[in-house]
Every structure is written in C-alpha cells, then in structure tokens.
C-alpha cells in the first residue's frame, strides 16, 4: 500500500513532524511511503493519484493553512478534483504553531474539509487525550496530530511527545489503509 505525505513547511518544524508521520507508518507491514515537500518541487500529482492515502501536513499560520498549503489545495482542482481522482482515499492530517492553542484546530478542519471535497475518507488521530502536555496527544486533539513549536530551531521544538504523537498518526492511518486496501 502506498501512503503520500504532502507537507508545507516555512521553517522545518512541520518537515520533521512529516519524518514522524512517515516513521510511523513504516512500522506497518507493506506500507510504502512518500514524502512531498511542497517547496521543492513541483507536485507529482500522478503520485497522489496512485497512492491509496494522503496524509497533510502544513503549519498553523494565522489560525489556518500556510499559504502554500493554501495554493496546493488551489492547484489539486484541476488535476484532481474535477475527476475525483482521490475518491475513497484514506486522508488524515498534522499541524503545529508556535502556541499551544495556536487556533490548530482550524487547520484540521481546513484539511479535512478538503479531503470531503475530494471524496476522501478522513481518519482521525484515533488516540485518547493526554493528561498532561508530558504523554501523547498532550495537546488533545482529536481529529488530527497536533504540536507545538516554541520559537526555537527544529533541533530543538516540537517536543518528543508531540513528535511520538506523529508517529502515533503515521502508524494509526497505515494500520486503517491495510484494513481498507484488504478489505476489511
């Protein structure tokens, strides 16, 4: 099975979150991972259509998507959207902003409103809320990984909680692709 995970970010946090997510998914039996950095490249698009989950990723700017996220949503309408070529794809998503609130949740819900425009099948973090900010899912979100990059270099932030909490997500959605991609 193959898991793309599509990413934007503005100054590394949100690439070394996507390193967890695809960790987390290569834990699982046949799971073959791509990562697509939305700044280095244009976006191989016959790439995403083969893969049988997408998986977000983009920084809290603002209270929502990154600008880039923003124009990759834009720019999937033509070759994506319009023939729903991502139909009955398993999605999920990640964020991180400098706060610990930091209005994450809308950028969840930006992406899953997405993945419902393209008729994709959206899993959640599938994980309980921590009880303090030291276990994972510290943060409690529900519908997605979450985590929170102090104003400090990406050697330093997100904590390994929050990192651990995106792998959490990689393994969660690879787990729930096999099922899928087998049937069950």
Known sequence: ????????SGFGHTEKLAHYVEEGAKEV??????????DEKPVNWNLLEKADAIIFGSPTYNGTVSARFKQFMED??????????WRNKIAAGFTNSGAEHGDKLN??????????????IWVNLGLLSGKTRNDLNGI????????????????????????????????????ITKQFCNGK
């Open 76 to 85: 999937s309408t033509g070759p994506a959207f319009v023939e729903q070529k």
């Open 107 to 120: 950028s969840l819900m930006t992406m899953s409103l997405f993945a419902a425009q393209h008729a994709m």
């Open 29 to 38: 039996q046949n799971a073959e991972t791509f990562l697509i950095g939305l």
């Open 1 to 8: 099975m193959k898991i793309a995970i599509v990413y934007h």
């Open 140 to 175: 409690g979100s529900w519908l997605g990984a979450m985590a929170q990059s102090d104003n400090a270099s990406p050697d330093v932030t997100p904590k390994i909680e929050d990192l651990n909490t995106a792998k959490y997500l990689g393994h969660h959605v690879a787990e």
